[in-house]
């Protein structure tokens, strides 16, 4: 696509239930990566694919948080059992490995665990 | 480990006018690239402008431009002739070594007032 889809935009979810959040990059972009921005906060890396090589999960908060990148291309971000403390904006970016100028990030979206 | 710090977490500024947003990091490295990013309320992340470590002159676009200090490890940006569309929050970020793979590190951010 022409730039970086994520959905949904936003996100209401009972403490305790498990969400998904979706990112869908540019097209041939190799790279992808989830950031979280908790309010009053700066960006927080969560975790990075790159190819076909194994992932770096070093940003993942706690083992109620994974993802996965299908194909090379959409990634799902899953969060178990949901706490307050989960409330925050998650960004997705890609970048492409042949000509790097950046990310191209997401709208991102905005989860509220109530 | 590398950081960014923001050290100015809100600044004002008046409409026309020009203000200087800071930004230290911390590395060992030689050679990385240094961004700016700009979050208007939509949170869309707009890249402003970037810095390769290796280039002595500092990066320009447009209104915008850094004073990038290596030694110093210093990365400040400078907006001119300040728009109302210039408010937003401001995020500094690091990347290490473009020759690999890895992550970019952000600051906090710093929100940024135009005042008409």
């Known amino acids: 696509g022409a730039g970086v889809s994520q959905s949904p935009s936003n996100k209401v979810t009972e403490k305790g239930k498990d969400v998904e959040l979706r990112c869908d990059p540019i097209s041939g972009h190799t790279a992808l990566y989830w950031y979280r921005q908790s309010l009053g906060q700066g960006l927080e890396f969560l975790i990075y694919?790159?190819?076909?090589?194994?992932?770096?999960k070093s940003g993942l908060p706690s083992d109620r948080f994974s993802a996965e990148r299908t194909g090379g291309s959409v990634s799902t971000l899953t969060i178990q059992r949901t706490q307050q403390e989960d409330s925050a904006v998650y960004l997705c970016?890609?970048?492409?490995?042949?000509?790097?100028?950046?990310?191209?990030f997401g709208s991102g979206t905005r989860l509220t665990v109530v | 480990a590398q950081t960014v710090t923001q050290s100015q977490p809100e600044m004002s500024v008046q409409e026309a006018e020009t203000v200087t947003l800071s930004c230290t990091y911390d590395t060992s490295e030689s050679d990385y690239y240094l961004f700016w990013y700009k979050q208007p309320p939509s949170r869309q992340m707009i890249l402003v402008i970037r810095?390769?470590?290796?280039?002595?002159q500092n990066a320009t676009e447009n209104r915008f431009s850094v004073n990038f200090q290596k030694a110093a490890k210093s990365f400040s940006l400078k907006i001119s002739d300040s728009q109302l569309g210039d408010a937003a929050m401001y995020f500094c970020a690091y990347r290490p070594d473009p020759n690999r793979d890895d992550k970019i590190i952000f600051g906090k951010g710093t929100r940024l007032h135009i005042l008409p």
């Open positions: 810095q390769e470590a290796y280039k002595q």
């Open positions: 694919f790159q190819g076909n090589s194994a992932p770096d």
């Open positions: 970016a890609s970048s492409s490995r042949v000509a790097w100028n950046g990310y191209t």
